[in-house]
């Protein structure tokens, strides 16, 4: 999906056959754990082109349909790297944190309408991202706890259900960032420089 011919050829191919979404789930995210003036400008150029550019066109793309109809549900994966910058994933947090905006602020204007917009902010979570960014060895993976998928999946689906704009997944998390919101800025700096260690 990372070409926008791709996405179109996706929404085409469902018209032909009379298809509609009613739940879009972009689930989509790459990253590259190494400092920024040491990753590649291609890794750097794939990572927003996955992790916004993706997001956005795949909403466009199902968005017109869903207010036809006047229902449906978008949901975004952001992460809680979204509130909380780590170093060694600087273009992954900022990603994250346009997916955060760009869900609250869409929600905004579908308001009087029957789409909804749920934000998701996972922690860390059991999938394949770990060994594509490069993380597996590093002390952060080594001593975090992951969520599972299924755990996750489930989380978000209950939400979908309750009509929610925005879920934090897991306890811990909820914790996290709760205790983050408080923290002053230059603290909780500091706090993810010692946590989010190569």
Known sequence: LSLSINREAIFSSLEEKGLSI???????????????????WEKLEHI????VKCITHMTKLAIA?????NSG???NLSSTAAFIGSPNAVCYSATKAYIHIF????????????VKVLCVFPGATTTHFWEVALMTDSKYDK????????EVAKEIILAIKRGKSRLITGRKNKF????????????????ALKRFES
């Not at 349909?65 to 109809?69: F, W």
């Not at 001593?143 to 299924?150: D, S, Y």
């Not at 205790?179 to 002053?184: D, Q, T, V, Y």
Request: proline fraction near 3%; glycine fraction near 4%.
């Open 65 to 69: 349909s869903m207010l036809e109809r």
């Open 73 to 75: 549900h978008i949901v």
């Open 103 to 114: 869900s609250e602020t869409l929600a905004m204007e579908l308001k009087n309408s029957g």
């Open 48 to 51: 927003i082109n996955t992790n």
């Open 176 to 191: 996290s960032m709760l205790i983050a919101k408080f923290l002053p800025r230059e603290l909780l700096n500091k706090v």
């Open 143 to 150: 001593k975090v706890r992951k969520m599972t998928a299924e």
């Open 22 to 40: 009613d739940i879009l789930i972009n689930n989509v995210g790459i990253g590259y754990w190494r400092y920024f003036q040491d990753t590649p």
